[in-house]
């Protein structure tokens, strides 16, 4: 069983729709990060959370630690969007980290 | 804002030989790590690095890799005779006040 398990897997939106990415965990974690890969493949990160909830700009991350999982939302959503985003937990600081297997996100003009 | 540095950006090679991919990590970074993608997979760990020498390896680090910190400042990976199923996009990163990854090298073994 993989200890990160995103859904989607695959999404495609509207320019302008309002997308949620999921993602599961079944580790303790110290924290967990939302990462942003483009198709070239260099890797951004976006959040790094260990509880409620980061914004920014047009983003915006949450975590519940009790339930294991966490979102992310992306509000007015733009063709530039279009990426993999990908969830992976950290069990400790400055441990390894455990990537989610992605979601490939789509906008359409 | 401080980036963690790879290079070179994309490698061919022939089976066989021996690449070093290369990263600088943010300076006052003291954990540094190496990741390999496979294309179409997710992301993986290979090795994470502190003190000088290696706190944790995945099965995939085998007797072919091996990481160094040769100067104080580049932290390298290298893969002594590489295999067609070397051919991935590799990660560095570098953890401290914040974790960090390098843009990635495409290294491609023909």
């Known amino acids: 069983k993989n200890e990160v398990e995103q859904s989607p897997q695959n999404l495609t939106a509207q320019e302008g729709e309002f997308i949620t990415i999921n993602c599961s965990y079944s580790?303790?974690?110290?924290?967990l990060h939302w990462l942003q890969q483009h198709p070239g493949g260099g890797i951004v990160s976006l959040f790094m959370?260990?509880?409620g909830k980061k914004k920014h700009g047009r983003l915006i991350a949450t975590i519940n630690i009790q339930e294991k999982h966490s979102s992310l939302h992306i509000t007015a959503s733009h063709p530039r969007d279009s990426a993999v985003y990908i969830c992976?937990?950290?069990?400790?600081?400055?441990?390894?980290?455990?990537f989610g297997p992605g979601t490939s996100l789509s906008v359409i003009p | 804002e401080p980036e963690v540095t790879q290079t070179p950006s994309h490698q061919v090679t022939q089976m066989g030989q021996e690449v070093i991919l290369r990263c600088v990590p943010i300076?006052?970074?003291?954990?540094f790590y190496w990741y390999r993608q496979i294309l179409g997979q997710k992301v993986e760990f290979l090795v994470s690095f502190y003190n000088n020498e290696i706190s944790e390896k995945s099965e995939i680090f085998d007797d072919q890799f091996s990481v160094e910190r040769p100067d104080g400042s580049n932290f390298t990976l290298k893969i002594r005779s590489t295999k067609l199923e070397d051919s991935a996009m590799y990660f560095c990163a570098s953890g401290g006040t914040r974790y960090t990854f390098g843009s990635g090298t495409r290294l491609t073994v023909v």
């Open positions: 992976a937990a950290m069990k400790t600081s400055y441990d390894k980290v455990i």
């Open positions: 959370l260990s509880s």
């Open positions: 300076s006052n970074h003291l954990y």
């Open positions: 580790v303790g974690i110290s924290a």
